[in-house]
């Protein structure tokens, strides 16, 4: 079946703007996780949602990072006043029930450039 | 503070030279080790779960292992379509789900 996919693949946005990415999970899975991958670095966790609830958000660096799963299916990050820090790629994965030791599968990500 | 390091940070090999690569953590209670790969421009593919010490798995060409301070990632006779970066990330029993990333090894076969 399909992956998890992600859009846009790639965004350029000038510092200050407000950026919405967007996650769609493979079919079925319940939970769903962000993270950020900055050049050369492993994956750094931002949120995980169950459902509709966010469960953690303890890896979210600062209040203008915010997240949401309305309908427990696709999710949205939402990025207030970038700034060029925020450059990285945001990546999301999805797992069948958020169970511990359950694999999380990742998306391809979408590449953020803040000028 | 759940802590992976990976080594070496790069690693050039000819076609059908074997090797390791080291994931070393520090967690509070281990729940899983994870290997991935990662293509570039890509997201990480999932390759292994390790769950307990002395554990051992195997694809293709690949093979991991777990001690209770660090994880090997074999690599037999690796071909080109082996290059990728290989990231290690653990997942700590604290109730938690989220996963703790290494940095990677970057590894590039040469025909």
């Known amino acids: 079946g399909a992956g998890v996919s992600q859009t846009p693949s790639n965004k350029v946005t000038e510092k200050g703007k407000y950026v919405e990415l967007r996650c769609d999970p493979i079919s079925g899975h319940t939970a769903l996780y962000w993270y950020r991958q900055s050049l050369g670095q492993g994956p750094e966790f931002l949120i995980y949602f169950q459902g509709t609830g966010a469960a953690d958000d303890s890896g979210l660096p600062n209040d203008r990072f915010f997240a949401v799963r309305p309908e427990g299916s696709v999710s949205t990050l939402k990025i207030q006043r970038t700034e060029r820090g925020d450059s990285a790629v945001y990546l999301c994965?999805?797992?069948?029930?958020?169970?511990?030791?359950?694999?999380?599968?990742f998306g391809p990500g979408t590449r953020l450039l803040v000028l | 503070e759940d802590q992976v390091t990976q080594s070496p940070e790069a690693l050039r090999l000819q076609e059908g030279e074997s090797s390791s690569l080291n994931c070393s953590y520090t967690v509070s209670g281990l729940r899983g080790l994870f290997w991935y790969r990662q293509d570039p421009g890509k997201g990480p593919e999932f390759l292994f779960t390790?769950?307990?010490a002395g554990e051992e798995k195997e694809k293709e060409r690949l093979k991991a292992t777990l001690t209770k301070k660090e994880s090997f990632l074999h690599i037999t006779a690796p071909k080109p379509e082996d290059s990728a970066t290989y990231l290690c990330?653990?997942?700590?029993?604290?109730?938690?789900?989220?996963?703790?990333f290494g940095s990677g090894t970057r590894l590039q076969v040469q025909p």
């Open positions: 390790l769950y307990s």
């Open positions: 990330a653990v997942q700590a029993k604290a109730g938690r789900r989220a996963l703790t």
């Open positions: 994965a999805s797992s069948f029930s958020g169970g511990a030791r359950e694999t999380q599968y």
